[in-house]
């Protein structure tokens, strides 16, 4: 089945740049997901990007996909104690019927330092 | 603001007994979903549904059941609670259509005691 991997843990001081890496191994994935999970929170959608594409930025937030190599990084700009949080990596399972089956990583325990 | 409502944050039960969490979504959405979170191993599917009345096995069924009677209701069964399903159970819905992204409940956090 698919897999996909990321590491568990990174820290950063802040204002620097945090960069979170994912490895998905699933070749017929079509969309590829960050999500964002706050202590005692459920998950919060951050950027999704498409497989078609290499790069996607929204504010601070920037997503680079290498498809060839099946690897996906999300860099958070001038981080900030409220980025602290599970960040998760996650890719779509094509299905029949108009399911959106995704797969999750790991997540990675974000620590922004002061 | 549309929303998954799971009925209890904090449950905490007995081994054998039969426990039910609730999964509400207010947003139509035909796709729902039910992962357990555990700890250096990520989220992970038991049970999705595309519509009403019809449910999927996900990765870890074993020891789960679903319901889906109407659309905007998914409830997780646990026929006979066992101290490994001490977990954080994560509810969400999307609609039809690839690309859409989740939206999750703020989870439930079962101990079985």
């Known amino acids: 089945g698919e897999d996909v991997e990321q590491s568990l843990f990174l820290s950063v001081r802040e204002g620097d740049s945090s960069v979170i890496n994912c490895t998905y191994t699933?070749?017929?994935?079509?969309?590829l997901y960050w999500y964002k999970q706050e202590p005692g929170a459920g998950l919060q959608l951050l950027t999704y990007i498409f497989s078609n594409m290499d790069m996607k930025q929204d504010q601070r937030l920037t997503v680079l996909l290498n498809k060839k190599d099946k690897h996906l990084s999300l860099r958070i700009a001038d981080t900030q104690t409220g980025d602290s949080a599970i960040y998760f990596c996650?890719?779509?399972?094509?299905?029949?019927?108009?399911?959106?089956?995704?797969?999750f990583g790991t997540g990675t325990q974000l620590k922004v330092e002061l | 603001d549309v929303k998954v409502t799971q009925s209890s944050r904090y449950l905490v039960k007995r081994t054998g007994e039969k426990v039910f969490l609730e999964c509400v979504q207010d947003m139509d959405h035909e796709n729902m979903f039910w992962y357990r979170q555990d700890p250096g191993l990520g989220l992970r599917l038991i049970y999705f549904s595309y519509d009403v009345k019809m449910k999927e096995k996900g990765d870890i069924p074993e020891g789960y059941s679903v319901s889906r009677e109407k659309k905007e209701r998914f409830s997780l069964i646990l026929e006979s609670a066992s101290t490994n399903q001490t977990s954080m159970y994560l509810c969400?819905?999307?609609?039809?259509?690839?690309?859409?992204?989740?939206?999750f409940g703020s989870g439930t956090r079962l101990t079985v005691v």
């Open positions: 699933d070749s017929s994935s079509t969309y």
């Open positions: 969400a819905s999307s609609p039809v259509g690839r690309g859409v992204g989740y939206t």
């Open positions: 996650a890719e779509t399972d094509i299905l029949t019927g108009g399911g959106n089956k995704l797969t």
